[in-house]
Each structure stands twice: as C-alpha cells, then as structure tokens.
C-alpha cells in the first residue's frame, strides 16, 4: 500500500482523504489486492503445496485434524486400531475424502460414502497442508489438468479399460463384493477425480503417473464431463444402467400402457 | 322430389359402387378371393383384452420388420478394422469394426438413423415380452388342450426363436456389451464336454471373435430366422382360424359356438387401429428413452468388461442361472475339463424349455382326456395346473431376478453375496412354496365359489323375524352369474386298470400317481341336486 502515490501538501493531503472518489478508489485497491492475493495463492497450491502453506496454515490443520480426525487416525497421524495412518497420503487424498463428505466418517459399514462436506474450504486446505507436511505424497493437481480441455476419445478408451468394469461405461457406478460399491461419478468435480485416481480411495486402486499419465487423466476427466454435460443423444438415458433397467421399464411402463390399452379397446360401451 | 334429381342420384351411386364392384368383380374373377373373404369375414371373435396379447406380438413383429429393413440399409456386417470418423466426438478415430462404425452412422449421422434403431429395439423387446404374456395366459386359461397341443408347440418354438432373434441382433453392433454376450455364448459353448471347443471354431470361424462371426450372425438375424419366424407365425394364425378361437365361460357360450364380433367389418377395423396403437407406443418410447447406447460401451474389445454387463431381458434367466452356480464345479478327467459350472444351468435349463414345450401332452396323458376343449378354465378351476404354472412362473423369475444380481446390489444397497444366495434359495425352494400357495389360493377360490352358487352373497342385511330370530339375508346369485361358476370340468383321479395281458405296467403305475397327484385335491362344481336342496335350506 506504500507504493501509492499521495498528493505532497499538509492540505492537499487531507483535501484528497475526503475526496467523494477516495473511498471508491480505497474499496477498487482493496478488492485489486485480495484478489490478486487469492489468485496467487489458488495458483500456488495448484502447482506444489509447500510453497504457499504457510506454517499458520500448517498450526490451523493440526488444530482440526487433533478435534475431528485424531480419534481414529491418532494425534500424530500414526493411524490407530479404527483407522489407518495418513502419513505419506498427500494433501489430494485430504481433499478427496474430506471435500467428498467421505470424512470424517458418519458411522461403520462397508465403506465411506459421500455426505454433506463437514468444513469449509479453507479447513480443508488447513488439514491438506497439515497432512502434508507430515511426508510427501500426492499433492492437489494443476488446474490445467483439470480444464476438461482433452482428448475425449482417448479418455473414453482408457475410461472403459480401466474403469468401467466397476464404475459402468457411462459412470453410473457398480456393485463390489460384501455391500461395497463403486460409486456413480455423476456431478462428481474434476478436482475430485482426478484425486480419487492418483490416491486410489478405499476398494479403488491407485493409478499413478506411470500407470495413466496426467495428461491421459485429462482425457479421462474430459470423457466423464462430455457424458455429464452432453444428455443422451436417444432420449432419457434410464439411469445408464444398461439392459436391466430398459427391460424393466419395456415391462413396466411399455407392455403395462399395451396392456391398459387393450383393455380400453375391449371395453363394452356403456 | 322431380324425377331429374333421383336419377342423377341414382347415377352417383351407380358410379361410386360401381368401379368398386368392378373391381371386386375383376379380382373375384381371377383369384375367387370371395370364398376366402366370406370365410375370414364371418369369422367370430370373442372379445377380451387378453386375446389381444398375441395381437401385439404379431404388430410388433410387423413393426420390427420394418424398422428392421431400413437399419439394413445403412448396416454393413463386417468386422473389418476401421477408424471411426462419424460425428460423436467421444469415439473419434478409434478403431473399431465396420459394423460398429455403421451403428454408429445410423446413430449420428443418418436422418432417423437413431429413431429406427430405437423404434427396432424396443419392439424387439415388446415382441419377446408380448409372447410371454400371450403364453401365460395361453397356460393358464388352458387354451393348449385338444386340439390346440400343436398351436401351443409352434408358439412356443416362436418364442425361443424370437430369442434367437433378439440375441443375434444384440451381438450385430459388435459394441463392448454385444462383445461380451457372445463372449459368454461363446464360453457355454466350449463348456459342452468334448464337442465345445470344435463347435466355437467351427461357429467363430477359429478362435474367438474373429472376423466371421458378425456376418454369419447378421444372414440368421435377417434372412433364415425371419424366414422360420414369418412361417411358424403363418401356420400359428392358421390354426387359430382352423381351431375357431376359445372363449372364457359364460351364459350361452359351450362347446361348439363361439360368442363375439365377426371380423368384417368391427374386429378387423378394431384390430387394424390396434396396430396403429402398437406402432404409437412403439414409438414414443423410441423417440423419448434410449435403449442400448451403443456409443457409452464403445467398440468390442476381449479385455473391459462395464458393470452392469447384462443381456437384454428374454436372455436373462440364461445369465441368472449362470450367476447362480456356485464356484468349484470344474473337474479334469482323462485330460479333459467338465464345467459343471455350465453344464448344470445348461442342461437344467435345457429340461425346464423341454417341459414346457410339452406340457399339454403331459396333462393329456394325465388327464386322459381325449375331448375337444374350446371353453377355457378359469385358473382356479385347475388347481393344480395354476399351481405348476406359479412355480415355473417363479423359477423362470428367480433366474431372470438374478440377472440382475449386480443393479439389485447397488439398487436395494444390500450385498451381492447375500443377493445370491437369497436368489439361490428361491430358485430351488421357491417354486415348491408358489405351488403351494397357489394351490391352496386356487381351491379356496373354488370353496367360495361353491359357497356362493349354494348360499348367495352376503347382503349385510340383518333381519328380525316375528320368533325373535336374527337372520343375515343372503342375496341368491344369478343364473349368468351361477353359470361360470357351476360349469367347469372336473376330474377324478385315474383308476389303475390292468391291460389286455392283465398286468398293471410301470407307465400306468406312473400315469396312476400323476393323475392322483393332479385331482386328488379338489372342489367338485355344484351339482343341481345340491343347488335344489340349498334352496330349501334358506329364506
């Protein structure tokens, strides 16, 4: 704020304090450096998450982690006999299971599923960065990968590859052993995918920068956002569930209106 | 009115009958189409709703054809490798086969492609559906007696071919899921002892896919099935002429009349606006839902496999029993691998089709009625039939259920361990509770029935008489009513007699316990000497 420069006389000084324009002009560089602040440090975690985590951050997610997650994970993330050590996990597995509602865990059962977010983002960066500098792991990934901006051809090749057999080919999600399920990733966030790759969250293997490249990633994120943003080019999709749900609703709905309509076409007029 | 307006009214009738009689006349004269329109045009046909099923099989069939001849016009059946070029940006430049690259054209780039696949499909779907529930009721009313047994055998062969159909057509777009169906297909096959694998080389054209298999399955899916089908459909409709059609009991209706409509001209206006109905069904779900997004699985490739991989749903029970089986079943012997893992549902499956093709001579022989029946039953009236039926019903649903195994899972958020084994469970125990319950549903049916031709309903009309007595009054049912209550056939359970050389054989023993085991239990229909003396009782 030093940098501005003020009128030098004693009158004019105080002349251009009560100008009508100066609270605009106030509020106008106000607004100018929170932005820039933001933007800088959005830019900052996207690209490596040490540099702009300060250890106020750091202080601030010990804080939360110690009140909401120490119970299972221990007071050092040391991981205990109800949940296991998140040292090594990386700030995107932070994300994925905090920003998903996953955790802190509602209850027991088969496995954690998306709930309500329990904190803002700012909490979530805290616990992130306080994760995170307890050892290196996978960190948030670079908005450009996350630009939906790929191949999505390539993305659907290796989306059915190496996803659909439990996630369907549309996403719609599928069911694992023993009440577990892969989720559908309709209205999921790029941010949240890409994540749930590189971290591999409960039943889901990892798939690493050498298994599927970021850029194919890309493709993939791409693929999923064409599906989302693009309705069905036959009409509703029936949940994309394949031959179960059109066969259910050709029975329910179709030979049920065939059948009301031959009853309404043997009726005796009255 | 002047003589000059009659004539010219005269002359305008003259001319508009006329050129149709003319032209009547000049058809009549080359084909004697009369003696066949006179014929079909008096033919009788009762009114009910559930007549109508087969109908819709039929235009269904009608409609799948023509869909079907213009898919056929932009579908190429060739596994030739190809880089997709079309308009869905997803699969640009993968490489694919020709015939999943049309798919895709008709799909996206050829005016009403879509529609046509979609309108192709779900009548498909309809058509198989339409059958089964023209079957049950077939079953049910027992409309396959003497001397329908023949009619009921051609139905049901229909029925496995329209399988045959649907799941020749499901493999053509060669996308991910068809892949996989016939990867299955292809796995039952080579778990046939011995044969198996030369069968899938000689049906693959060498190891599967291949490059053969999609144009083989196109000439069955468009030329030999449809030929069969459009034959079997022929004699099917002539027998139904032959045979006159059946009818529910009722005042007035026996034997050897039939109660309805004429075909010309109501029922053949009815039935030909029936059609249109169908079609606009038809079509709306075509245009409104997506059936098989051949563009979300992509082109077939052995190794991904999407969850949620079923088959369209008259193949179903077929995947449900493979789902059933219990891992374990492989053993080697003499070098050679036997997967009781397919053979069970195979050959159970194989007995299950087996049965019900010949179902109507197992109760004839049963039964050991040799009269015509064109008076169907009531279901309650053959309990016992009902009650097979139920249990086939629930086998059959048990499987099919279980095809979806995986949706029920995710769906009902249960697991699919216990989705199995629930589904296991039903499917060897299931049938034996439905029997149960529908048999016992049927003869207490038949109880209330007796009770209400002897006793009338109850009014819930209280009456003091002048003793001080209280009575409920009774209303008496009447005579139409008390007729489709009273006139059913009834069996006895069969004597065993000794044959010309006076033994009592294994086959009369069996013929014996069977029809024993049919009539054993049941309500005789009241008798008119019964029906005189409850008059007395009342009132």
Request: glycine share 16%; aromatic share 6%.
């Given at each position: 704020m030093t940098t501005i420069k003020k009128p030098k006389s004693p009158g004019g000084r105080k002349a251009g304090r009560r100008h009508p324009l100066s609270s605009v002009a106030l509020i106008a560089i106000g607004l100018l450096f929170t932005g820039g602040a933001y933007a800088a440090f959005s830019t900052s975690t996207a690209s490596a998450?040490?540099?702009?985590?300060s250890q106020q951050t750091i202080g601030e997610g010990k804080k939360l982690f110690a009140a909401?997650?120490?119970?299972?994970?221990g007071l050092a993330a040391q991981g205990t006999g109800s949940g296991p050590s998140?040292?090594?996990?990386g700030a995107a597995s932070v994300d994925f299971q905090v920003g998903t509602g996953r955790?802190?865990?509602?209850m027991n059962g088969p496995q954690a599923e998306k709930k309500a977010?329990?904190?803002?983002d700012e909490q979530i960066a805290a616990l992130a960065a306080y994760v995170s500098s307890l050892a290196p792991g996978p960190g948030l990934p670079e908005a450009k990968l996350l630009d939906?901006?790929?191949d999505a051809a390539n993305g659907a090749e290796l989306f059915r590859i190496?996803?659909?057999?439990?996630?369907n080919v549309a996403g719609a999600g599928g069911a694992l052993t023993e009440g577990k399920y892969a989720p559908?990733?309709?209205?999921?966030?790029s941010k949240h995918i890409y994540e749930a790759m590189v971290t591999?969250?409960?039943s889901m293997p990892v798939f690493n920068d050498m298994n599927i490249t970021p850029e194919s990633k890309r493709d993939i994120i791409t693929y999923l956002k064409y599906l989302e943003n693009n309705p069905s080019p036959g009409g509703y999709?029936?949940?994309?569930?394949?031959?179960v749900s059109e066969g259910l609703f050709l029975w329910i709905f179709g030979l049920g209106a065939i059948v009301a309509l031959t009853v309404w076409i043997t009726a005796k007029s009255n | 009115m002047s003589t000059t307006t009659t004539t010219t009214e005269l002359v305008e009738t003259k001319k508009s009958g006329g050129l149709t009689a003319v032209a009547a006349n000049y058809i009549d004269e080359r084909t004697s189409i009369s003696t066949a329109v006179k014929e079909l045009g008096r033919k009788i046909f009762p009114d009910h709703w559930s007549f109508l099923l087969g109908e819709v099989a039929l235009y269904s069939f009608v409609i799948i054809l023509l869909s079907g001849s213009f898919l056929t016009f932009f579908f190429s059946a060739s596994m030739t490798p190809v880089l997709y070029d079309g308009s869905?940006?997803?699969?640009?430049?993968v490489e694919m086969s020709a015939a999943m690259s049309s798919s895709l054209d008709i799909s996206?780039?050829?005016?009403g492609g879509l529609l046509m696949r979609q309108v192709h499909h779900w009548a498909a779907l309809l058509f198989v559906a339409a059958i089964g529930l023209h079957m049950l009721r077939i079953y049910f009313t027992g409309a396959f007696r003497k001397p329908r047994e023949l009619n009921w055998v051609i139905g049901f062969i229909l029925f496995i071919l329209a399988m045959a159909e649907g799941f020749t057509g499901y493999s053509l777009p060669d996308d991910l899921l068809s892949g996989n169906g016939l990867r299955i297909i292809d796995g039952m096959v080579k778990g046939i002892p011995l044969i198996g694998t030369w069968i899938s080389f000689l049906l693959f054209g060498?190891?599967?896919?291949?490059?053969a298999i999609i144009g083989r399955l196109y000439s069955l899916h468009i030329l030999l099935l449809p030929a069969i089908i459009v034959a079997l459909i022929a004699m099917h409709l002539l027998f139904v002429v032959v045979h006159k059609h059946t009818q529910y009991p009722g005042?007035?209706?026996?034997?050897q009349n039939v109660v309805g409509y004429p075909v010309l001209p109501v029922y053949a206006a009815k039935a030909g606006g029936f059609f249109f109905i169908v079609f606009g069904v038809v079509m709306l779900m075509a245009s409104l839902f997506t059936i098989n997004p051949i563009w979300n699985y992509g082109p077939y490739d052995p190794s991904p496999v999407s969850a949620?991989?079923?088959?369209d749903w008259y193949i179903g029970f077929a995947d449900g029993a493979l789902r059933l089986i219990p891992p374990g079943l492989e053993f080697v012997w003499l070098d050679r691998t036997y997967s009781f893992n397919i053979l069970i549902p195979l050959v159970s499956l194989g007995l299950f089709i087996l049965v019900v093709l010949i179902y109507p001579f197992i109760e004839a022989w049963v039964t050991g009625d040799k009269r015509e029946h064109h008076i169907l039953d009531r279901p309650r009236n053959a309990p016992t039939r009902t009650a097979i039926g139920a249990a086939g019903v629930t086998f059959y649903a048990a499987l099919w259920a279980t095809a979806s195994s995986d949706i029920i899972a995710t769906h009902f958020r249960v697991t699919i361990e216990g989705v199995i084994l629930t589904m296991q469970f039903l499917t060897l125990v299931g049938p034996f509770i439905a029997f149960f319950i529908a048999k016992r549903v049927c003869l207490a049916l038949q109880k209330k029935d007796r009770e209400i031709v002897l006793h009338?309903?109850?009014?819930g009309r209280i009456v003091r008489l002048p003793g001080g007595e209280y009575i409920e009054v009774h209303q008496p049912i009447d005579e139409y009513e008390r007729w489709k209550l009273v006139s059913y056939s009834d069996y006895k359970p069969l004597m065993i007699r000794p044959n010309a050389q006076g033994k009592i054989t294994a086959g009369q023993k069996l013929r014996a316990g069977m029809s024993r085991w049919f009539f054993e239990d049941r309500i005789e229909p009241v008798t008119s000497t019964e029906l005189e003396q409850s008059h007395g009782d009342h009132h």
């Open positions: 998450e040490t540099s702009a985590t909401n997650c120490a119970t299972c994970h998140l040292i090594g996990v955790m802190p865990l509602q977010v329990q904190f803002t939906e901006k790929g190496n996803c659909a057999m439990c996630h559908s990733l309709d209205g999921v966030t591999g969250p409960q999709a029936l949940g994309s569930l394949g031959p | 869905y940006v997803p699969l640009k430049g996206f780039d050829i005016r060498g190891e599967f896919p291949g490059e005042a007035g209706r026996t034997n949620g991989t079923q088959p009338g309903y109850e009014s």
